[in-house]
């Protein structure tokens, strides 16, 4: 999936995620391929299939491989998807003996849709690892400041007084689930796409199954049938990142309403500043959460409007998820770093301060 | 969750289900939330905050219960919630002696959850019998039809020649792990809500885990700790919901597109008419599908919105999940319907056919 | 267009709307659609495409008309259009001499279309009423508390003082815009359909234009070229309900936030009782024009997805619209309502009170 | 309103625009910032606000100034708005004479709004441009191929013979009323924003319609009251941005399904190719036209949300704006070169030719 480069906006400054959003960049998108084209050709020279030298000179070519980053471009202006060219420049550098040995009974969709995959193990990771700090940092504000009284608040309005710990509880509880959610989606989204040119895997001549095999071995990826027409697991993937940032946005929205000024029942430790009035102090980083939440919730009813995907390759549903899942991928990431700036530079008022 | 009755509307003659839309009646509605106050108020008198004639006078009271439809309207018009009217009806059926003895320590959202969470126990079954049907139905087809060769379509173009057996097969892998999916959300979706006005249980008086557990063991249902605020469970069920109608309208679209005069690879044994063309044979089923997915995939988008659930309750976000979710499951369930339906009238042409 | 009658459902008292409802019945649905079936007679009788005692015949059965609701039910859900069926029944009823007349040179989309935007017709005076009287409860509101100091609050945090005259103004003046745009889109929203099978009005011999004008005419709608697989026009109505939906959203939701226990900036006259805590007072009317907002947000993303009408008719998209027009159309009004309700029960509180 | 700098990503070659992407840029932002912040102090100098001097020292140093990019990111990350680290930038480019008269009595959605609103003013006339050639485009391919037999199809199915003048013509006339729409709502769209912190222009001492007059007249926009917590003049240009993209999807759709092998009504005269395929010609404009419209339309539904817009202003809804209209506005003009170049590439071919 070749898609924006991080880009270098005042807004990413707000919304953005370095770490997530270099998975998306260009130079990681083709990374990405070449790692795909590489495995395919070791798996390929393992099955017989090409020569072994063949598939050393292409991990060679792949590893040294200087793109033509324009004809790329073009290329995937008029294919609607770069690996024609991308294959033409990589036959070029593998030169004229082995050329043929590139891309042997793959098509477009095996090596974008294995690049994506293998970008989005590493996602996974990271999301994995920022869960945990920020249930980490939960925890140990429940520890910190658990025992302050709060009021509970219904329909807008005060209810009953209850406990920080009680809120943070009703915080921690859905991430927990969501954490358990994703190790086990996982194993069944991080698994290679292999099918050649209508998913039968007719081109590798009877040894389809056993170089998607190795070839998911080599990336570390789980082995599949081929999936490209069927976007159940990529809607799915798409649908946890949706329930997060909501999670997210519930946090959020809590804090801002709890820090309004005449509400005080929180404080930040730092808040946002305005151009017209010294004595704000916006609690920027709630609001945005709350702002990820409605914008993930959206592109999660336009991902899914790409589960239609005609026959065995629909440009017009695959193209809408390289518009809209890079975003989730990337917000999400951002929302959970914010979150966790945002539970790190809470306090839970004693009722006196108030 | 109080929701529209089934609607004897023309509609749905076409993208109605009865099965599926009788759990969302008033009456089912009504019904389920009687199920529960009975439900608490037994474990509640095994646990001794009630006294056990109370718990059986309710349990009358409720199995009799004859509703003030038009007072409930109007309690649910200004209260937002039907529950407040309902136990005063509740209260006087139950009389004088026993009536404070109802509802005790719960709040409107435990009996509203909860009775939701019922009636998805069954929905879920419905779906789980329908996929099993519907991965049957495939499994016979390819057995019948599955030889017959075919020709793939990569981005609206012919591509290369594979067969029925291949093009069902990408149809019947994401249903089978969509009900594999169901399966392990079902015990994390099924559980009861139970938490009285802010969620922690405080007025069940120290009994608040076991009677939830009673509670629980009593309508057949997990037990977990409150989650009223906590709406992520609901958000992965929806989630499930679009997924599944998702990827029957992939079935849809490629009938019709197989179904093309033009194209002729399957053959509909009845067509719809038309009220101007005598020769035409629709492909309504088909069509419909799509139809269904297109409108379940925004209203996850917008079921996600209510992830956003302002600290204890809220009164937006909940009634958003009640506008959207009845209207999922009904659309999902008829996409079942509609589905199995059209592969079993579904004929692939042998090429000599076209 | 055939779609749910108004549901007898409880959650209808919350957020139903019985007037803009009842336009979308079965019953004025089948109305509607006899009242153009007698217009295309009338029109074909002036232009000699049929006899004036045809004609006359038709408007009678139409007058007298006696559905089989079970077989249009049927009808529908075989061909995915009622008309067919309907057709065959208003032709049983005109009686075998002038059978022949009914329906000719036209397809069930210039009924069922044509049906549709004369009822949004009356749909539109509705709102312009409801509009007319909203505004008017917000110009008296301001009369009677404008003066009230009140704190503008950004970004969730207390600005500057300014006063309820200046927090009215900013919820009358889009108002005062959206019904400006009402009055310029309902003239080009307010036309007939009419085409024929596949648009061109070929059917009508030549005197498609006239028949077209004289039916507009009888029709009290506006006359302009076949529009069946134009959309722009209800995606332009349904962008205008959501605007509306979304204005009124931002009202319901600063009230509830000004309605806050903590702030008190506003009192409502009435509001919901909880059925645990009896001391609330819940702001619900306010909270529900939040949802109406949200809801009718993500319907309209849904209804945009079916401006993407293949060729000539679209069954997929076109039944989109069925299940997404009316749903926006009954809870567009309803927000009317409550926002009228809400703003009449409104008064802000002077400082002093606070 | 800071958006993210066009991209250099390969994605964009397929669904970027450079022309209206370069008015989101970052520098193109900053540099509608200042010509705002500039405006403002002539209209205040006019008005007496400020002296002379000031507004000639503003304007010089805005003309002059040299913006620390990384205090800017740093300022928008922690305020949630870029303006308080500009102004202080600005300030101090300003010197300390007259620091203290830039940005009077304004606040930082005057700034990012009216610079938003400039923006968009030179990306209306993009849009004109662009729907004037394309519908010129259209209308020669009418007067070249217009007389070409064609198959009409409806509900997938072939219906009767038509022309290609026919179709053309439900193509064209969308884009006729569209552009009508855009050029009515423009001046409704293209006002500034000026009301100071709150939106009263207190702050601007009595003085406050006439600056915004002067401010608006130097700014070529149509002055109007302040607007900032009213946002349906930015959903209905939203709107109009998706009815537009979703017209040009429905012209993609039906030239994919025309151009399918088996149907062969048009030709493009270039394709794309395939990696696996040499004989593929993939209508690839075609398909992400029909994208862009899915992509729109979900995006239009988030823009909804950010209606409801919390009191003065909304840090979560105007984020939320930030992130979704700049790549509508960027998609919707990358619409109409895709579209452009599609209908200059379209043969409809004679009958015989299929």
């Known amino acids: 999936m070749m898609t924006p480069a991080p880009t270098p906006s005042l807004l990413d400054a707000l919304v953005?995620?370095?770490?997530?959003?270099?998975?998306?960049?260009?130079?990681?998108?083709?990374?990405?391929?070449?790692?795909?084209?590489?495995?395919?050709?070791?798996?390929?020279?393992?099955?017989?299939?090409?020569?072994?030298?063949?598939?050393?000179?292409?991990a060679d070519a792949c590893r040294a491989f200087q793109p033509d980053w324009d004809r790329l471009a073009k290329g995937l202006s008029q294919d609607g998807v770069v690996v024609p060219e991308l294959v033409?420049?990589?036959?070029?550098?593998?030169?004229?003996?082995?050329?043929?040995?590139?891309?042997?009974?793959a098509t477009s969709q095996d090596i974008i849709d294995t690049g994506l995959i293998l970008r989005l193990k590493d996602v996974v990771e990271v999301y994995l690892a920022r869960l945990g700090a920020l249930a980490g940092a939960l925890r140990d504000l429940r520890t910190r400041d658990g025992a302050a009284s709060l009021m509970a608040h219904t329909r807008m309005q005060r209810a009953l007084p209850f406990t920080a710990a009680d809120k943070?509880?009703?915080?921690?509880q859905p991430l927990?689930?969501?954490?358990?959610?994703?190790?086990?989606l996982a194993p069944r989204l991080l698994t290679i796409q292999l099918g050649g040119p209508v998913g039968t895997r007719?081109?590798?001549?009877?040894?389809?199954?056993?170089?998607?095999?190795?070839?998911?071995?080599?990336?570390?990826?789980?082995?599949?049938?081929?999936?490209h027409s069927q976007r159940d697991r990529v809607g799915e993937f798409a649908s946890w990142l949706s329930?997060?940032?909501?999670?997210?946005?519930?946090?959020g929205q809590d804090v801002a309403l709890m820090a309004q000024n005449e509400v005080r029942e929180v404080r930040l430790a730092t808040g946002g500043s305005s151009s017209a009035m010294a004595h704000k102090s916006n609690p920027v980083p709630a609001e945005v959460l709350v702002t990820l939440a409605r914008f993930n919730a959206?592109?999660?009813?336009?991902?899914?409007?790409?589960?239609?995907?005609?026959?065995?390759?629909?440009?017009?549903?695959?193209?809408?998820?390289?518009?809209?899942?890079?975003?989730?991928?990337?917000?999400?990431?951002?929302?959970?770093?914010?979150?966790?700036?945002?539970?790190?530079?809470?306090?839970?008022?004693?009722?006196?301060?108030?």
Do not use: C, Y
Not at 168 to 172: H, R
Not at 243 to 251: A, P, V
């Open 202 to 227: 007719a081109e590798l001549k009877g040894h389809g199954n056993a170089i998607a095999d190795a070839m998911a071995a080599r990336l570390g990826l789980g082995s599949a049938p081929s999936w």
């Open 88 to 105: 033409r420049q990589l036959r070029s550098a593998v030169g004229e003996t082995h050329a043929k040995a590139v891309h042997v009974g």
């Open 243 to 251: 329930l997060l940032s909501g999670t997210l946005g519930k946090i």
């Open 298 to 354: 959206g592109l999660l009813g336009t991902l899914h409007q790409a589960l239609v995907h005609e026959n065995e390759r629909s440009g017009a549903a695959w193209t809408l998820e390289w518009l809209v899942l890079p975003q989730m991928a990337v917000t999400t990431g951002a929302g959970l770093k914010l979150a966790q700036g945002l539970v790190e530079n809470l306090t839970f008022l004693p009722s006196a301060a108030r």
């Open 176 to 184: 927990e689930r969501l954490e358990d959610t994703l190790r086990h």
């Open 16 to 58: 953005g995620d370095g770490e997530i959003g270099a998975f998306f960049s260009r130079d990681a998108d083709l990374s990405a391929m070449l790692r795909v084209e590489t495995a395919l050709a070791a798996a390929e020279a393992e099955a017989g299939l090409i020569g072994d030298e063949a598939a050393q000179r292409i």
């Open 168 to 172: 943070i509880d009703t915080w921690l």
